[in-house]
């Protein structure tokens, strides 16, 4: 079993940027793809950004391409969202996921569903 925990959330201007972290425990997930997904109120969660365990493959939502850069440090079991000239439309609960390895669907799933593991969410929320 997986245990995610978010952090690094927050109020932030236009053009501002923070940087989440995903901390895992209970097991390594260092075979694991990880991504970001986000939920803004009466929307349905969408994928932002994957990446694959080695970190050789990544894939963004054309909506944060060149702005969010996703990372991993499998030695600290931590994934990280760096976010930089945010949007108010940017603003959500941002979700942290694991795509368990012994489910492999793809390198970097961009679908909540093929996912396993979710943590609780931290809001972001840019202010214009």
């Known amino acids: 079993q997986v245990q995610l925990v978010e952090s690094g959330g927050g109020l932030v201007q236009v053009g501002g940027s923070l940087r989440l972290s995903c901390a895992a425990s209970?097991?390594?997930?260092?075979?694991?793809?990880m991504g970001w997904f986000r939920q803004a109120p009466g929307k349905e969660r969408e994928f932002v950004a994957a990446?694959?365990?080695?970190?050789?493959?990544?894939y963004y939502a054309d909506s944060v391409k060149g702005r969010f850069t996703i990372s991993r440090d499998n030695a600290k079991n931590t994934v990280y969202l760096q976010m930089n000239s945010l949007k108010p439309e940017d603003t959500a609960v941002y979700y942290c996921?694991?795509?368990?390895?012994?489910?492999?669907?793809?390198?970097?799933?961009?679908?909540?569903?093929?996912?396993?593991?979710w943590g609780q969410g931290t809001q972001v929320t840019v202010s214009s």
């Open positions: 996921a694991a795509h368990d390895y012994s489910d492999y669907v793809s390198p970097a799933p961009m679908t909540p569903g093929s996912y396993n593991y």
């Open positions: 209970g097991r390594t997930v260092s075979r694991d793809a």
């Open positions: 990446i694959s365990w080695s970190g050789d493959i990544i």
